[in-house]
């Protein structure tokens, strides 16, 4: 119990400006000498650090009305908690989703096709004119024989974009198989004629104009952005947005945070404050 609270964004005792923080370890401390010494008032003030499973350690005090209405306030925080991780968690990933479209590279075309090549192919690759196509080829193109690269493209880089071009193609094979797979399971339940589903008849001879095109670019954004959002990205570490405090300073968490207050809020006056800890 007390190392969550001291886990937590909970401040644990009053410091002056320009002090260094406490470490974990004075934290725990100074917790545990409140809670010997005050535990009625070391519930009141850290009763939103605390879990459900933390009550037990405040089976002593119950009969204190105080006691318990601070109990049972951590025990509604409980039923409400994973609504409130969840929130948590999208208003982290929303916000690094918007700092990496701010920031341009993760999300642009070159990124967004080693991700996921075959939804870039579906969407945008298949229809690239050939000007397009040769437009982009340079940049994975290998060195020619007996060409050492030259100084706006060093030798180093070709190596590197041909190996990244060969590791794009292995992926897009993988998920043509994954697809190809499920479409095989879809077809065998419906017991549908394969012929009248196979994929690809209509979509090759459909070729689409400018305006066209950009909806499909505009699709395909949007849902690698949802993509990303639902924590399908398997080369990034979610794990420096989802625990990322950093992430919380957006006007839309304490939106968030403000309607979860209304709808949680109690008609019942909470007791006084002033606790003599006896």
Same mark, same amino acid.
């Given at each position: 119990m007390l190392r969550a609270v001291a886990a937590s964004r909970l401040p644990v005792c009053s410091q002056q400006q320009g002090e260094p923080d406490l470490t974990e370890?004075?934290?725990?401390?100074?917790?545990?000498?409140?809670?010997?010494e005050k535990p009625l008032v070391f519930l009141e003030r850290f009763r939103t650090g605390l879990r459900e499973e933390h009550l037990a350690c405040f089976g002593h005090l119950r009969g204190d009305h105080r006691a318990d209405f601070y109990c049972a306030e951590v025990a509604r925080q409980g039923r409400a908690r994973p609504?409130?991780?969840?929130?948590?968690?999208?208003?982290?990933?929303?916000?690094?989703l918007r700092e990496l479209i701010q920031g341009g590279e993760y999300f642009s075309d070159e990124q967004m096709r080693f991700r996921a090549p075959l939804l870039y192919e579906q969407y945008i690759?298949?229809?690239?004119?050939? /000007? !397009?196509?040769?437009?982009? *080829? +340079?940049?994975?193109q290998p060195p020619k024989p007996g060409a050492l690269g030259t100084p706006a493209c060093p030798l180093s880089d070709l190596l590197l974009q041909s190996y990244q071009e060969r590791e794009l193609q292995q992926r897009l094979l993988q998920q043509q198989e994954e697809e190809d797979a499920?479409?095989?399971?879809?077809?065998e339940e419906e017991?549908?004629?394969?012929?009248?589903?196979?994929?690809?008849?209509?979509?090759?001879?459909?070729?689409?104009d400018s305006e066209e095109r950009l909806i499909l670019r505009e699709e395909f954004t949007s849902r690698m952005h949802q993509r990303f959002l639902d924590g399908k990205d398997g080369d990034f570490d979610y794990s420096t947005v989802d625990d990322n405090p950093d992430f919380d300073n957006l006007d839309i968490v304490a939106r968030d945070e403000e309607e979860r207050y209304f709808? /949680? !809020?109690?008609?019942?006056? *909470? +007791?006084?404050p002033e606790l003599d800890g006896d």
């Open positions: 370890r004075e934290k725990v401390a100074i917790l545990g000498q409140l809670y010997h609504r409130t991780l969840r929130t948590r968690l999208r208003n982290r990933r929303y916000a690094a690759g298949q229809y690239l004119t050939q /000007e !397009e196509l040769s437009a982009r *080829a +340079p940049a994975h499920c479409l095989e399971e879809e077809e017991d549908g004629d394969e012929e009248d589903q196979s994929p690809g008849k209509d979509s090759e001879a459909w070729v689409p709808d /949680e !809020e109690e008609p019942e006056d *909470a +007791p006084s």
